[in-house]
């Protein structure tokens, strides 16, 4: 038996690929959450009802949705030109940091600041990962390496920037830094919630990252590196140049997605405000087949997952940590999905 790469690849295999992981994942993981004494379908009736069965619940599974919205769109514009940006949980804390950093002292109005600090986490996510990218142009530097090892530093230095120059004084000893003022927090969306207008941003940056890959000279570019960069350079494509207008737009989505959070959630910064949504990035990116629609509608799954996870483990016993190891399995069988929707079969 051998495996011959496909010449196209078919609609419904695109559709299809997507649905099947999933589902392989969800029974993965219900053998998982048998082996605890608990039904599975009970289990997951208890997560969708968590998740959506309540005005608080959905509008939580939004806010949830929303910077996982930003770092899969993120993911998904870097693995399209094969260029591995696995640093957007770095881009985004150091999008936050910037924009509480700028946000505390920043002198404008409202309507003015809030744009102004959202480019700013944007320009500080996109210098974040320019440097992996020259590294990786000049150099041959494994961008895999150099963005993974990012995140790990950023973290430590957003650590040492909330324990001293940004130190909150009035986070009663809790390490925070000073929150951003009033003024620049994004209006709610639904009152009453934690959801924010911000959801809608990241419903707009869907759509502008989809007119740019689907209608600009500078999106075929981006699809011709990611297929065959040799063939692209032949055909006149500036490799460099490509990569690192990608990787740009790959680390300002990211760091907009910290700054969205601060202004929208936690108006400042702390070491645990992301549960990891740098990395769940690459999952939704992957489930959706790196395209910018499909990158929002598996974002709200990610998020119905993770929030949903939290009353089913009241309701069952079940930990809640089952919602990293189902999205850790979707990732996995969207991979394995991914080569047989690639590659047929033949004996």
């Known amino acids: 038996m051998r495996l011959e790469r496909r010449a196209q690849v078919p609609l419904r295999l695109v559709v299809v690929a997507p649905l099947a992981a999933v589902?392989?994942?969800?029974?993965?993981?219900?053998?998982?959450?048998?082996?605890?004494?608990?039904s599975p379908l009970t289990a997951y009736v208890e997560m969708v009802v968590g998740a959506l069965g309540s005005r608080l619940s959905i509008t939580e599974m939004l806010t949830r949705a929303t910077?996982?919205?930003?770092?899969?769109?993120?993911?998904?514009?870097?693995?399209?030109?094969?260029?591995?940006?696995?640093?957007?949980?770095?881009?985004?804390?150091?999008?936050?940091?910037v924009t509480a950093w700028i946000g505390h002292s920043l002198s404008l109005p409202g309507p003015l600041g809030i744009p102004v600090l959202m480019v700013a986490g944007m320009a500080s996510g996109a210098l974040?990962?320019?440097?992996?990218?020259?590294?990786?142009?000049?150099?041959?530097?494994?961008?895999?390496?150099?963005?993974?090892?990012?995140?790990?530093?950023?973290?430590?230095?957003?650590?040492?920037?909330?324990?001293?120059?940004?130190?909150d004084p009035l986070a009663?000893?809790?390490?925070?830094?000073?929150?951003?003022?009033?003024?620049?927090?994004?209006?709610?969306?639904?009152?009453?919630?934690?959801l924010h207008i911000g959801f809608l941003f990241a419903l707009a940056a869907a759509a502008v990252v989809w007119v740019i890959l689907a209608r600009t000279v500078f999106g075929a570019e981006t699809r011709a590196a990611g297929l065959n960069a040799r063939a692209a350079t032949f055909a006149g494509i500036s490799l460099p140049r490509?990569?690192?207008?990608?990787?740009?737009?790959?680390?300002?989505?990211?760091?907009?997605?910290?700054?969205?959070?601060?202004?929208?959630?936690t108006a400042g910064v702390t070491t645990t405000m992301s549960p990891g949504f740098g990395y769940a990035g690459i999952v939704v990116a992957m489930l959706a087949a790196l395209h910018p629609a499909g990158v929002v509608a598996a974002a709200l799954f990610v998020a119905t997952v993770f929030v949903g996870a939290d009353a089913m483990s009241r309701?069952?016993?079940?930990?809640?940590f089952i919602a990293d190891v189902i999205v850790a399995l979707c990732l996995l069988t969207m991979l394995v999905a991914l080569m047989f929707t690639t590659y047929r079969v033949r004996r």
């Open 23 to 38: 589902a392989v994942a969800l029974l993965l993981a219900g053998g998982l959450i048998a082996a605890a004494g608990v």
């Open 67 to 97: 910077p996982l919205i930003l770092t899969g769109l993120a993911a998904a514009v870097a693995f399209r030109a094969r260029l591995w940006n696995i640093g957007a949980e770095g881009q985004f804390f150091v999008g936050a940091l």
């Open 128 to 167: 974040l990962l320019a440097g992996p990218a020259y590294l990786r142009l000049r150099f041959s530097v494994d961008e895999v390496v150099t963005t993974l090892l990012l995140n790990f530093i950023v973290i430590l230095f957003v650590g040492m920037m909330i324990e001293g120059p940004l130190r």
């Open 172 to 194: 009663f000893g809790w390490p925070s830094s000073v929150p951003v003022d009033g003024a620049f927090r994004l209006p709610d969306l639904v009152p009453r919630t934690r």
């Open 242 to 265: 490509t990569l690192m207008g990608v990787a740009m737009l790959s680390g300002a989505l990211a760091g907009l997605a910290g700054s969205v959070e601060v202004l929208g959630v």
């Open 315 to 320: 309701a069952t016993g079940v930990p809640s």
